[in-house]
């Protein structure tokens, strides 16, 4: 093996193969490699982030998995209330890997102006409620706080604001009626913060307030709300979770996780994952062909020396591996600045934000990154072995080549 590595050392440093025809062919090799690597770690980490980005911003609408009355419809709007008098409340510790549960209430709502009106649902919310995703949203001013007596607080989006021309500290009028015989009941809401999730489809309808102003409207206990949101550690264990919470709450209960209520918008961020798929496999057959093309070339330049070594006892095997290794010094140096320079563009990009996106397409204003050990070491780990492997077979061509003639071989 040291023979193997001397002799392929000194054809990767000999004058004549820096010099040789088979010179920009191999940098062509190696400037695929790089290309490709470049190429599959954008690919993956903006297709992570804006999946990642997508599912938190619903879940924080309506937590990994919705608790609900069996009774209630297909409506945003809480009809039927729940009993917070419950085993799983306030800590659900029938399941493991859940990470905090809150109660809420929902109800429809006309906001009044003087010039214009606007129909948004009201997200009633109390002390238990977990902030930690909005207070990435919040642009203006703070959060509500619930948590001392009941208020007007309450936060909107800024489509809403835009829209209606509110603006921190503005007070304005609420309207709710659920029959249309009866006058409505007002509130007047101040406007404590304003949030942008950039996902419109929510920020459109759904403002945030005290849950004690929907239970007093609901005439409802104290002790009533409308839905449980249950969050969970990771993920990828939403679907086994959902059903592990199902079996844990009472038979007139029932556990949706937000894969289900929001179906269409994740089956559509799971096709980020078959054109990743593609993308991959598409560079790493490039790479691999340029790379095939770069041996084969240097093979045949080095068809002389092969000859010598075969006349002097050398076996195929022995010969294909000082080509093998030599090739694998090239594919390591295309990874080398393959990942030097995608791993900075996307490092710039999480930091700088300088490519944008359009929200009303992909529910995010820039393209997100996801950076991760795991995905980076097994793509290039992955972009190695499969390289290599297939540079095996152009080089059963050296078990082909006579000594004679290719001492001969000019």
């Known amino acids: 093996m040291n023979f193997e590595l001397f002799l392929a050392k000194r054809i990767i440093n000999s004058k004549a193969y820096k010099s040789s025809v088979s010179a920009p062919i191999i940098k062509i090799g190696i400037a695929a490699i790089a290309i490709g690597i470049i190429v599959m770690l954008i690919a993956i980490a ?224 799971k096709v980020f994952d078959n054109n990743t798929y593609g993308i991959i496999v598409i560079m790493i057959i490039v790479a691999g062909i340029n790379m095939i093309t770069a041996l084969l070339v240097l093979i045949l330049e080095r068809t002389a020396m092969i000859g010598i070594l075969k006349a002097l006892g050398s076996s195929n095997w022995t010969i294909r591996k000082i080509f093998l290794i030599n090739a694998s010094y090239l594919i390591g140096l295309g990874l080398f600045w393959g990942n030097l320079i995608g791993l900075g563009i996307l490092l710039v990009q999480k930091y700088f934000k300088l490519f944008p996106l359009n929200p009303e397409t992909y529910y995010v204003t820039e393209a997100p990154v996801y950076l991760s050990l795991d995905y980076i070491v097994l793509l290039n780990l992955g972009t190695f072995i499969c390289c290599l492997l297939m540079l095996l077979i152009p080089s059963i061509i050296i078990t082909k080549i006579s000594p004679v003639k290719a001492i001969r071989f000019d």
């Open 46 to 269: 903006t297709g992570l982030g804006l999946q990642q980005k997508i599912r938190d911003k619903v879940v924080a609408f309506n937590g990994h998995i919705e608790i609900t009355n069996y009774d209630t419809n297909a409506s945003d709007e809480s009809q039927v209330p729940i009993s917070t008098d419950q085993d799983f409340y306030p800590v659900f510790n029938a399941v493991e890997g859940i990470s905090h549960i809150q109660g809420v209430a929902t109800k429809f709502a006309v906001i009044r102006t003087k010039t214009d009106f606007e129909g948004v649902i009201v997200k009633g919310v109390g002390k238990d409620y977990q902030w930690s995703y909005f207070k990435e949203f919040l642009i203006e001013g703070r959060l509500p706080d619930f948590t001392k007596d009941r208020n007007e607080e309450i936060l909107i989006s800024s489509y809403l604001a835009n829209r209606l021309g509110f603006k921190v500290g503005d007070k304005f009028q609420t309207l709710f009626g659920d029959n249309l015989s009866k006058l409505p009941k007002i509130i007047n809401y101040e406007v404590v913060g304003i949030y942008n999730s950039g996902f419109q489809e929510l920020d459109e309808k759904f403002c945030i307030a005290d849950i004690r102003h929907i239970q007093r409207l609901n005439k409802w206990e104290d002790n009533q709300v409308g839905s449980f949101e249950v969050f969970i550690n990771d993920f990828k264990d939403i679907e086994a979770k959902s059903e592990a919470v199902y079996n844990e709450i009472p038979s007139l209960l029932n556990a949706t996780p937000v894969t289900q209520k929001y179906y269409t918008i994740f089956e559509w961020i």
